[in-house]
Every structure is written in C-alpha cells, then in structure tokens.
C-alpha cells in the first residue's frame, strides 16, 4: 500500500520552481497554499517568499555536501510535504533544491499537505502533521528514510524550549529563524548527508 501511495504521491509531486509559481500566483489572489485562509497563514506565505527568494540568491550547499553526493551510486528523490505559509519549510527546501540541482542522483518533488493527506498521515512526527516532511525514496518507489520537520539543532532548541515553557511561542519563533539565518542550512545538510550516507 505505502508504495503504491507514494508512487502517486511522486506522479502528482511538482518540481521547486512550480512550487515557488504557485505560491506566488495565490499571494496576488491574497491567499495562501492549504484548506485554512487565515490573515495569519497569509502575512506568513508572504514573509517565506521573501525568505525563499533571498535564499534562493544566497545559499551555497558546503564543499563537504557536494563530495558526498558526487559519491553517491544509487538514485533517490526527495518527497516532500509541505505548505507555503511555513517559516520551517522556507528555511529547509531551498537547501533541499540547491543540493538536487548539485546532483543528478537526487531528484526533487513537492507535495501539498492538506492535498495530501493520506500520505500525511502515514508520515506523522509525534501523533501531528508536522511540515515539512521529506520521505527519502528510492529507485523503486520504496521509502528508505525520512526527516523532517527541522533539523537536528533547531529540533532540540524547540524541546527544550517546551520543556521549559510549555509550548513554543512568537518569541522563540522569532529566534528559530534568526538561528537558520546564522546557521546557513549547514545542520540540514550535515542531517540529509548522515541518511544518504547509510542508505
């Protein structure tokens, strides 16, 4: 069943750029991806456009990253679900396009979340449908790994943050993106690199 799921989820998966058009075509209609249109999903769609067009100018995947995949013998694509009002996903699949422009062992698909939630709900972190979600598959369809919703750093900031207050707040939000602006995508690649790697 999960094969057949996700062999439809890659046939309906859209490329980086289509992501990125469709996003911005719904912004000039004053809407966001996904079921919910609220004035928040909306500032934040806007404020991830920005994100990702600057990254898009300014991320360079790191020396260590490109020999890594250079060396890589089997194909794989990275699934991902996600939405367009994100703050994690516009900080997380930049990186994801720069390193499967880098390759051509790796291919990139992108998936709506609540278009898809069948494959959602087989790929949940901790009981929720935390985004984004990339499913690691290979040549045949069969998921290897999968990883997500942030990376190993900024995961252990929000535990720890919960841990301590309860629940996560705009002001640790705020924090959050300022720590992937310093970080660069560097822990998100030092992460994929580690499931490539034993894959």
Same mark, same amino acid.
């Given at each position: 069943?999960?094969?057949?799921?996700?062999?439809?989820?890659?046939?309906?998966?859209?490329?980086?750029?289509?992501?990125?058009?469709?996003?911005?075509?719904?912004?000039?209609?004053?809407?966001?991806?996904?079921?919910?249109?609220?004035? +928040?999903?909306?500032?934040?769609?806007?404020?991830?456009?920005?994100?990702? &067009?600057?990254?898009?100018?300014?991320?360079?995947?790191?020396?260590?990253?490109?020999?890594?995949?250079?060396?890589?013998?089997?194909?794989?694509?990275?699934?991902? $679900?996600?939405?367009?009002?994100?703050?994690?996903?516009?900080? $997380?699949?930049?990186?994801?396009?720069?390193?499967?422009?880098? +390759?051509?062992?790796?291919?990139?698909?992108?998936?709506?979340?609540?278009?898809?939630?069948?494959?959602?709900?087989?790929?949940?972190?901790?009981?929720?449908?935390?985004?984004?979600? $990339?499913? $690691?598959? &290979?040549?045949?369809?069969?998921?290897?790994?999968?990883?997500?919703?942030?990376?190993?750093?900024?995961?252990?900031?929000?535990?720890?943050?919960?841990?301590?207050?309860?629940?996560?707040? +705009?002001?640790?939000?705020?924090?959050?993106?300022?720590?992937?602006?310093? &970080?660069?995508?560097?822990?998100?690649?030092?992460?994929?690199?580690?499931?490539?790697?034993?894959?």
């Amino acid at each position: 069943m999960n094969n057949i799921l996700i062999a439809k989820s890659l046939n309906k998966g859209i490329s980086y750029q289509k992501y990125r058009t469709e996003i911005k075509e719904l912004l000039v209609q004053g809407k966001s991806t996904g079921n919910e249109q609220s004035e +928040s999903h909306l500032e934040y769609s806007f404020l991830n456009d920005k994100r990702m &067009d600057r990254l898009d100018k300014t991320l360079k995947i790191a020396e260590e990253t490109q020999n890594a995949i250079n060396e890589l013998k089997n194909d794989f694509t990275f699934l991902v $679900i996600s939405e367009g009002w994100c703050g994690d996903a516009a900080q $997380i699949i930049p990186i994801l396009n720069k390193i499967a422009e880098a +390759s051509n062992k790796i291919d990139l698909k992108i998936v709506f979340r609540d278009e898809n939630e069948d494959l959602m709900n087989l790929f949940l972190t901790n009981g929720s449908k935390a985004i984004p979600k $990339i499913i $690691i598959v &290979d040549s045949e369809n069969k998921t290897i790994n999968t990883w997500g919703p942030r990376p190993s750093i900024a995961t252990k900031m929000v535990f720890d943050y919960k841990e301590m207050n309860g629940s996560i707040d +705009s002001e640790f939000k705020k924090n959050l993106q300022l720590w992937y602006n310093k &970080d660069k995508g560097n822990n998100t690649q030092e992460d994929l690199l580690k499931l490539l790697k034993a894959s």
